[in-house]
T-cell receptor, first 110, second 114 residues
Framework: GEDVEQSLFLSVREGDSSVINCTYT??????LYWYKQEPGAGLQLLTY?????DMKQDQRLTVLLNKKDKHLSLRIADTQTGDSAIYFCAENREYSTLTFGKGTMLLVSP | DGGITQSPKYLFRKEGQNVTLSCEQNLNHDAMYWYRQDPGQGLRLIYY???????QKGDIAEGYSVSREKKESFPLTVTSAQKNPTAFYLC?????????????FGQGTRLTVV
């Protein structure tokens, strides 16, 4: 299938904001998701956005959606060392399967 | 506690052997999925099942087989036909009621061929 694209690596300092970007392919995707994976573990849902929304805020997390450009971003405010992980964006495909990007490794330094 | 459980956490297989990875959920979810994760490759869909006794191939089904005899269970068999089986395998489940349902993931099984 067509790919969901993400940058592979992001490094920030503790206290800074992090912005992770994603481009998706299926214009009919109704929901887009951000998942977090810590080392050696499964994926945990962070947040999601419905395709008729431009923005969603949830505490330190802000999701921006540009449907025209099929661009999704996740902003983490006041990034902490505990936020170091791999972040995946995902889109709904047919038959309720999720298609994931390759993941962005976020490294937060003290 | 409701959740999705994969076992074992680590698995070693000799070349030429079949091996079965377990995935059990007690969330009463209709849909279950198997993904394979390789470094730098993200998650790729192997098989999925939306209802008991029915399943479909994902993007990389060759060399794998599944069954869905019970709602709670979706075991994955990695056969000797899978050329490069060493990877991290993730199982997930979702309620099938709508497009906006969270997928819950197990903690994964790391399979190594020795």
């Amino acid at each position: 299938g067509e790919d969901v694209e993400q940058s592979l690596f992001l490094s920030v300092r503790e206290g800074d904001s992090s912005v992770i970007n994603c481009t998706y392919t299926d214009s009919s995707s109704t929901y887009l998701y951000w998942y977090k994976q810590e080392p050696g573990a499964g994926l945990q849902l962070l947040t999601y956005i419905f395709s008729n929304m431009d923005m969603k805020q949830d505490q330190r997390l802000t999701v921006l959606l540009n449907k025209k450009d099929k661009h999704l971003s996740l902003r983490i405010a006041d990034t902490q060392t505990g936020d170091s992980a791999i972040y995946f964006c995902a889109e709904n495909r047919e038959y309720s399967t999720l298609t994931f990007g390759k993941g962005t490794m976020l490294l937060v330094s003290p | 506690d409701g959740g999705i459980t994969q076992s074992p956490k680590y698995l070693f297989r000799k070349e030429g052997q079949n091996v079965t990875l377990s995935c059990e959920q007690n969330l009463n979810h209709d849909a279950m999925y198997w993904y394979r994760q390789d470094p730098g490759q993200g998650l790729r869909l192997i098989y999925y099942s939306q209802i008991v006794n029915d399943f479909q191939k994902g993007d990389i089904a060759e060399g794998y087989s599944v069954s869905r005899e019970k709602k709670e269970s979706f075991p994955l068999t990695v056969t000797s036909a899978q050329k490069n089986p060493t990877a991290f395998y993730l199982c997930a489940s979702r309620s099938g009621d709508s497009m906006n349902t969270e997928a819950f993931f197990g903690q994964g099984t790391r399979l190594t061929v020795v």
